[in-house]
């Protein structure tokens, strides 16, 4: 099913990435590429002061004209042009969140599972609705968390991509079936996360940007 947008002026998505100077230029400049090839916009976010956290307050309490908002790590590419489609069709039902699980190890005794902020999507009526939760890092929640458990206390869905190849597996998915994940882990064999190239470690993500993009 493919969805339409409304009207001219209100966009159907947008995508945000986020980086700042800890960040190799290049990353973002191959990142763009990957988005260039499969004919979708994407914008980045540079800023010196903003957290993570920040930025996803930012982004969720101020875009407002668009239908939905999808979020990606500066690290984190569509593997194959139908990511967007499964993604949307994912987004049908209202009242759902959609994005890559992950487990935060340090907290809770690894304990935890919840919607990344290194990709998901969601509405924006839904963000209202929900009264734009925090998604600044505590020291109970990772960033980003905290979307993910307001959305099961108001009964909405959280439909969760899952792990389907690891470059280097090396954490824990607290998660009976979906067990691992680690460094350079695909998700639903359509979306890429390297991991670490906010740190300035960035070879494995470009080299996957040049797989992708034919360079």
């Known amino acids: 099913m493919f969805f339409k947008k409304k ?3 209100r966009s159907l998505f947008k995508i945000f990435s986020f980086y700042n100077q800890n960040v190799h230029p290049d990353v973002p400049v191959y990142q763009k590429a990957v988005f260039d090839k499969f004919g979708v916009s994407i914008n980045h976010v540079f800023d010196k002061r903003f957290s993570h956290g920040d930025f996803l307050n930012h982004v969720c309490r101020n875009v407002t004209d668009t239908d939905y908002i999808i979020i990606f790590d500066i690290d984190c590419i569509p593997t194959h042009p139908q990511w967007l489609q499964l993604l949307l069709n994912d987004l049908l039902e ?3 969140i959609v994005g890559a699980a992950q487990t935060a190890n340090h907290l809770r ?3 935890n599972l919840y919607v990344s902020p290194f990709f998901f999507a969601i ?5 209202k609705e929900l ?3 925090d998604m600044n890092m505590t020291e109970d929640m990772d960033a980003g968390q905290n979307l993910t ?4 206390r108001n009964k909405g ?7 389907t190849h690891i470059e280097e597996e090396k ?3 607290y998660h009976p079936e979906h067990k691992r994940f680690g460094l350079g882990t695909t998700y639903n064999n359509a979306i890429y996360h390297a991991f670490y190239s906010r740190d300035n470690i960035s070879a494995r993500f470009i080299e996957k940007c040049r797989e992708v993009t034919g360079e």
């Open 7 to 9: 009207n001219q002026e």
């Open 131 to 133: 009264h734009y939760p």
């Open 94 to 96: 209202p009242r759902t």
């Open 123 to 127: 509405s924006t009526a839904y963000l």
């Open 157 to 163: 869905q959280v439909k969760y991509w899952w792990p």
């Open 109 to 111: 005794n690894g304990q």
């Open 149 to 152: 458990e307001h959305v099961q």
């Open 171 to 173: 954490w824990d998915l």
